[in-house]
């Protein structure tokens, strides 16, 4: 049995979508992590971001 795949009519959330995804899913390893990984994936969490508002900032109009 297939499932349908869910359809975006907006743009912006159909490119968003996996980024929220995926800090979601780092938010979760966070909350569950022991302390020698936390400050790993704290890092990568703060690397994907800053990436992000970095692209943010670029795109916007001046």
């Not at 912006?12 to 996996?18: A, H, N, T, V």
């Not at 390893?29 to 969490?45: H, T």
């Not at 992000?52 to 900032?57: A, P, Q, S």
């Amino acid at each position: 049995m297939a499932f349908p795949r869910p359809r975006f009519r907006n743009p912006l959330l159909r490119q968003e979508l996996p980024w929220l995804v995926s800090e979601l899913v780092l938010l979760i390893v966070l909350c569950n992590a022991n302390p020698p990984e936390l400050w790993f994936w704290l890092v990568v969490l703060l690397v994907l971001l800053g990436y992000r508002i970095e692209r943010w900032l670029a795109s916007r109009p001046d």
